[in-house]
């Protein structure tokens, strides 16, 4: 049953969409993306990498399956809203614990749905991201607008450490072959599982962390997560990751821990025109020559022409061969790579999986080395 109270969305640029109110009842803000996902909802709907963000789903039926809480990829939806055509508020899985109107009013997320989604995307990608707000409460353009125009920019804005970890936590078996420090900056609940699947003990740390502290665990190696806002922002992660690299253990990056590494050895990170967020991405591993369809979520990326420059010391391995953005990185004097996408697809495609598999056997020839100088 469709809602007959009316919604409306406003553009930071003034453009203005009428709806009907979905989720919970209010108003709220923030940056405008889309993802072209068909499936996997619920699990956008909680990864942390979308905190502060408005969605737009670009596929037409939202909460058709329902929603199940085994499936959240963090412990709260993350989005800060929801623009969809049809917002399903009956699902139609026997293992849905509720419905998506069900699970917005209980998260009080604000929605509107009935919206054109495909003018609204074309307009998105031609104009690139802005802010936004939703309301089923307010229907004055005037207030709308000092919403909008009093919400922060993504630029600059540092996010990691609102979404990360308060107390540290360990995923896996305690006699696990393997030992991982994961830094959490927003972190997803599949990555853990990827790690733990290959033999790995996971301490997950929350965000600024210290170095020392990671390294008093003995770590085998360590991991930068995925999460929100602009890394150019982020100095204190920088700076321990720059530590990290000088003890010489293998490290793996994920998206935001890609662009981290990146900047830690000295290459910028700029905003995308519109991000890419989805899980059907092209990108081309530049070692292998074989191509894999991805999972991205990030707004994000980093700088290609600043490869110039450190060419001795760092090589691109992947390329996004929609617009040739960078999609991994590895160093040549440090065991250290990362990826711009997401390789645990959570929603989205396996191609990627080996890339956990690449980051143990990383360890496996640090151990080994440790074993033959002792």
């Known amino acids: 049953m469709k809602s007959s109270q009316d919604a409306l969305l406003l553009l930071e640029d003034g453009t203005s969409f009428k709806g009907r ?3 919970a009842i209010g108003t709220t803000v923030g940056e405008l993306c889309f993802n072209t996902g068909m499936t996997g909802y619920q699990e956008i709907f909680t990864d942390p990498s979308y905190f502060g963000q408005v969605l737009i789903a670009t596929n037409v039926h939202i909460g058709n399956y329902g929603i199940n809480r085994k499936e959240d990829e963090s412990d709260s939806i993350k989005i800060a809203g929801l623009i969809c055509r ?16 069900e699970y917005f009013e209980r998260e009080n997320i604000v929605a509107i749905e009935g919206v054109d989604t495909r003018a609204l995307v074309k307009h998105i990608r031609e104009k690139g991201a802005m802010n936004a707000v939703i309301s089923s409460e307010l229907d004055s353009i005037e207030t709308l607008q000092k919403y909008v125009a009093d919400a922060p920019s993504m630029k600059g804005l540092e996010l990691a450490s609102k979404v990360s970890t308060k107390e540290i936590y360990e995923v896996g078996n305690s006699d696990a072959g393997y030992r991982i420090a994961a830094l959490d900056f927003g972190i997803k609940k599949n990555i853990l ?7 790995c003990l996971i301490r997950v740390f929350p965000a600024k962390t210290t170095f020392r502290e990671l390294q008093a665990w003995g770590p085998d190696g360590y991991f930068l997560s995925n999460g929100p806002g602009d890394p150019a922002a982020m100095e204190y992660a920088v700076e321990t990751v720059k530590l990290i690299l000088q003890e010489e253990k293998p490290l793996f990056g994920i998206c935001l821990g890609h662009q981290l590494l990146a900047l830690a050895v000295g290459i910028d990170t700029y905003k ?7 899980i059907n991405h092209p990108v081309k591993n530049l070692i292998s020559g074989k191509s894999e369809i991805t999972s991205q979520n990030h707004g994000f990326g ?6 110039d420059q450190f060419k ?5 391995t992947h390329l996004n061969l929609n617009d040739n953005t960078v999609e991994g990185l590895r160093l040549k004097n440090r065991p250290a790579f990362s990826v711009q996408y997401h390789p645990e697809a959570s929603p ?13 056997k990383l360890i496996e020839v640090y151990k080994n080395q440790l074993v033959r100088e002792n």
């Not at 995308?272 to 989805?278: D, F, I, M």
């Open 312 to 316: 001795d010391e760092v090589e691109i």
């Open 21 to 23: 109110a979905a989720g």
């Open 193 to 199: 599982k990827c790690l733990a699947n290959r033999n």
């Open 302 to 307: 980093v700088r290609p022409e600043a490869f």
């Open 272 to 278: 995308l025109h519109h991000g890419h967020r989805g």
């Open 348 to 360: 989205g495609p396996h191609d990627a999986r080996y890339l956990f598999d690449d980051f143990i």
């Open 86 to 101: 049809d917002f399903n508020k009956k699902q139609f899985r026997h293992q849905a614990n509720e419905t998506i109107q």
